[in-house]
């Protein structure tokens, strides 16, 4: 597993100039192509993503179901936050640029509600400072996908790996 880990950051790490796009997350070899909707429950997360890095909360909190939360797991200690605390907690303006990447997403769909499950890497200026797993809750309401919960692990990027 660390193999595979090891293998895919120094593949991935140089071509992460770019914040995600829906075609990074389906590339592979043996991944099949995207449905719409699978595209669709991506979406918001990809906003998420776009919204830190552009320092935009406004862009963020319009993909999050409010009264949500967040949940983040750092060795033994979980913090939870609201979707509010959440947001807050971006930077509202910096000079770091912030990257979170997503691959190989697991994607399930069942009528208005559905789940990304994802490793990610985040960098901070460009370079891998923590990876983990996204576990992403969704809604649809009113036609379109919010993201109603999220949980991620995460830990150090340990040099050389």
Same mark, same amino acid.
């Given at each position: 597993?660390?193999?595979?880990?090891?293998?895919?950051?120094?593949? $991935?790490?140089?071509?992460?100039?770019? %914040?995600?796009?829906?075609?990074?997350? =389906? *590339?592979?070899?043996?991944?099949?192509?995207?449905?719409?909707?699978?595209? $669709?429950?991506? $979406?918001?997360?990809?906003?998420?993503?776009?919204?830190? $890095?552009?320092?935009?909360? &406004?862009?963020?909190?319009? /993909?999050?179901?409010?009264?949500?939360? %967040?949940?983040?797991?750092?060795?033994?200690?979980?913090? /939870?936050?609201?979707?509010? /605390?959440?947001?807050?907690?971006?930077?509202?303006?910096?000079?770091?640029?912030?990257?979170?990447?997503?691959?190989?997403?697991? +994607?399930?769909?069942?009528?208005?509600?559905?789940? +990304?499950?994802?490793?990610? %890497?985040?960098?901070?200026?460009?370079? &891998?400072?923590?990876?983990?797993?996204?576990?992403?809750?969704? %809604?649809?309401?009113?036609?379109?996908?919010?993201? *109603?919960?999220? =949980?991620?692990?995460?830990?150090?990027?340990?040099?050389?790996?």
């Amino acid at each position: 597993m660390r193999n595979c880990r090891r293998d895919w950051m120094s593949r $991935a790490l140089p071509a992460l100039l770019l %914040v995600f796009s829906l075609p990074v997350w =389906a *590339a592979g070899s043996e991944k099949k192509a995207l449905t719409p909707e699978e595209r $669709a429950v991506l $979406a918001p997360l990809a906003k998420v993503f776009d919204g830190i $890095a552009k320092h935009d909360r &406004g862009l963020v909190k319009e /993909q999050l179901l409010p009264g949500g939360m %967040v949940t983040l797991k750092r060795s033994d200690r979980i913090v /939870q936050m609201s979707f509010d /605390q959440f947001v807050e907690h971006i930077p509202a303006t910096g000079k770091e640029k912030l990257e979170e990447r997503i691959h190989d997403p697991l +994607i399930r769909i069942d009528d208005d509600i559905a789940i +990304i499950w994802a490793p990610y %890497v985040f960098l901070i200026d460009g370079k &891998g400072d923590h990876e983990g797993t996204d576990s992403v809750n969704l %809604v649809k309401k009113d036609g379109r996908w919010l993201i *109603a919960g999220i =949980a991620d692990n995460g830990r150090k990027i340990r040099p050389g790996h």
